[in-house]
DNA sequence: TTGTACGCGTTATCAC
DNA sequence: GTGATAACGCGTACAA
């Protein structure tokens, strides 16, 4: 018998004595239609044959891949990979598969993997936006592959976005420091004309600043790969300013939230006179200083969100709905970075503290 | 005229009053074949029709995917993303794109991954295991199907493998903690028996310590998932001995390093008269206490490798070939977290010192 | 230079 | 229950 490497169904099916046929709905899940013998002959001819199912082909006749695309703008940015775990968890219990592309926060990348991705033909595109994927979207995508948004909104595309509370979170980040004492705010975040996340979170530090006049705040927005002196300037005046106001740093993310503590600890600056707090809990955050406060996204949430929503436009009653925008609440999880006074025990643990009721703040 | 959602090659065709042929020839790049005059009507044909490509529909004939498969151990390890990311550029080099599929460290989830990958035949697999891959391999893959493992070997495989130099690593590290005058060292490693690069680190540092009998030395095989007392424990009584040698604690890779500088902190314990060194360097290491000092994988590196030595095997020569075996040197960055002299500037960097001639320490 | 015809591995639609 | 047969979208000998 010459074994072909890779065998097909049509060679099962000669081997067992049977049909085509019989064989693909053996194979579809269809066995209790089919008699106990030719069962049994049809295993055993799979097995001796090494016959491995193509789903490629399969994809061709009925159009389903069972394939998720997903477009991380930073694969190195832990936030990302969290996301993408809970994703891929979600996948599994549907019996997808994530075919994961990182486009470095490259416009022309992420066009790129956006045509790959149509290509492969995914049913379905988890999108966390480098540049405007709308164009390309529209241009390489089928109409009716539902598309979801991460973290970053797109204007004039119909589809779900799913991602942290913004309003939400700053006003958490806000309340948390107001009842340290804190009446100083210098806020820093990347450009935010790069991700509506950023502008979002942006847009409520300032709103929250407008209705604390005891507050003086002021915002700084930096690119990160090529920072100049902006940060450190900016940096610098802060913690040496002559207002007796407590004054805290608030970061827009974790990358932010690692430059500045960089920057804070080769100035020498001791963590909680001068307050230190982030969005994007990270490992480490525990590790530097007295701890930094942090306020953490629920991504395994995010992810598994993202693939329900896929999910449930694979329906033709789900197609049909509105987008939808979900905004699920972080956790604030307070350090040391964030605590005036040094006199507490910096080992204490803060993780079941809760913030009530934080709207009304 | 109906405009169907996903137009084919042959739409094209009719569209443009040519034949599929044409079109495919002009879609596979050998529009010199064609006559301008074809070469527009097709081209304008495309973008009035919208057509978009199938790769499934062209795998199916050619065997060819352009699809790589990576299996990864755990996709939350920082070391996962970055040699990812390596990997990935290196695809996009190629014309490839990755399948990338995360296995928890669980030996389930990554066979049927396996089976995954085979069935949609990507043209070769990267496979960080996370426990036996080579049954599976045997049972689902194209025995054709080129294979590279990272950082882990498995047995009986005909495969490559990158990886760290891993003697060379803890020889560079065992020379750096000699030359900062310690003579007590603590080897905190994950469990030995699941990785065979944690099983040659742990060896060389036995031999390490066996060559210089000056040294005192223990080592610590620990889960972190569930930790239970040995760590603390053994962490304890490290820091407390009456030794007055010097001791340094090396951590096997960057989980260990932070779960050991996780209970150092806690413990109150001062970096560097206490030494602590760690494999794979990470975001925060710069950040804690006076830096950690850590040997860096050429991570971007082992990505990129694992996909040459792919595309390698795709051609006949190269499937030829036996296995190899590719060992990258890692760099040492040295920081405060191993200088027992506390009075030196806590800011010098380090980064741009060499570490000549190890092998021969 | 261009077109015809077939095969890739699978599922769906019939008919028996 | 079971089996022919026709798609699915594309590449490619081969013929013209």
Redesign the interface.
Known sequence: MTRS??PTILEVAREAGVSKTSVSRYLGGERDRLSPSMQTRIATAITSL?Y??????R??KGGQ?RLLGMLVAD??N?FS??V??GA?QAC?AHGL??????TDNDAV?ERRHLE?L????VEGMIINAAGDPGPALR??????TPVVLLDRQVSDLDADIVGLDNALAIDQAFAHLHAQGYRRLLYVSEPVTEASSRQARLARVEACLARHPEWRGETLGVALEAPGDALATKLRRFVDSRDPAPGAILCANGQVT?AV??WL??AGVTLGPVGLMGIDE???C???GPGITTLAQPTATLGASAVDCLVTRFSPEGRQRPPRRLDYAGTLIPRGSTRRDSAAAP?TDFRSLSCPSLRTF
Not at 118 to 121: E, L
Request: aromatic share 8%.
């Open positions: 490497p890779t090494g491995r199912p193509n789903w490629m082909a994809g061709l891949s694969i190195r832990p990979t969290a993408l775990h891929e599994r598969s994530l075919l994961v592309c990182n990348l790959m149509a290509a492969y033909r241009r390489f995508a089928d109409p009716r690692l503590a960089q600890r080769e990270l490992d480490w525990a590790l530097v080992t």
